[in-house]
């Protein structure tokens, strides 16, 4: 069943009005501001709009522009879908392209820590909370615990859902751990314990054996056989100073082999999954570039995007020039989500750095 059907009531009560009006949803987050929430550009970029309303039945809407990021998903397969995950004030969705937002309130105020949506079933979707994981098989109407880790300080960091096998889940754990499941998360396995936080797992697009995970400061690593048998990548970053410490990581999708990989050295990027690399260059120097989120357009691998606390950058020609934006927040830019149907459409969410 389609998730619009379970908005629908929502949104035929609901009277959006495009003010600067504000009313308590009973969520915290209101002293650090008005300029946080999510914003989105239909001009990559030259110009922004926060799109923080959340429809009532009052016709004043509530809005989250007061809220910090954790993270922002697109679903696979509806790119005005997404689900935005927020610091100590739970999860929220929007299924028109962010005109309007719906809370998740099943799962309360809690921190999200990852999002994934299940590529063949638009309506089952995980989500990361502390030590445990949560699913949904109703477009988050209700949700059930299919992950908990006995070691309460223990976070998990990331969660992905195979592409081409939607009963395989994959976990990221800060203790350090990919973890595994083949039955769609009612069972799990340790696939390898790389030492140190793994912040972040990638399935090629193109190749759902091909794996890679990012650790915080041992680097990537790539699996050829669904997580089988790893191998180090940190012999062939060696060339560029700082690399194993990560910031993000992206795998095309419209050219395969295509890596763009951000970490304390800059931004490079590998055609061939990994085993060369080769340096984008950066308007800044590489050293004071803190990169925290990059993406590649979906119809073009050319255009690349990336944003720091401050500034928005785009380049349609691989990096050979590029456009600068001054973020449209105060706040730290922290998470990027471009449209694959239209790369003039993405969305930004920001989170403020603590000094």
Sequence with gaps: MSKRYYAL???????IVLSGCTINLGFGGG????????????????????????PTTSGNPGVINSFDAGVLVSDPSDPVALYYGTLENGMF?????ANSWFPVSKLGRVTINAIAVDPQNKCTIYAAIANKVMKSEDC????DQVYYD???????????????????????TSRGEAIASSDFGRSWRTLNRFDNKVEKIVI???????????TEK???????????????????????????????????????????????????????????WTNIKLITPEKEATINSVAISEKDAKEIFYITNTTFYSTADGGDNWSTKKLPSSRAGWDLAVDPRDSNVIYLVVHQIKQ
């Design 150 to 172: 006995n070691q309460l300080d223990v976070n998990i960091e990331d969660v992905v859902v195979d592409h081409y096998d939607s009963r395989n889940v994959y976990l990221a």
């Design 93 to 97: 969705y929007t299924y028109d392209g």
């Design 31 to 54: 002293s650090k501001g008005p300029d946080g929430g999510i914003y989105k550009t239909v001009n990559k970029g030259e110009s922004w709009q926060q799109r923080s309303l959340i």
């Design 140 to 143: 988050s109407r209700t949700w």
């Design 9 to 15: 009531g929502a949104i035929i009560v609901s009277v």
């Design 204 to 214: 090629a697009p193109a190749d759902s054996r091909l794996i890679f995970v990012a």
């Design 218 to 276: 041992k680097g990537l690593f790539r699996s050829k056989d669904k997580g089988q048998t790893w191998e180090s990548l940190a012999e062939n970053l060696k060339d560029f100073p700082d690399a194993n410490r990560f910031r993000d990581l992206y795998v095309s999708k419209v050219q395969p082999g295509l890596i763009i990989l951000a970490n304390n050295y800059g931004l490079i990027k590998s055609i061939n999954y990994g085993d060369d």
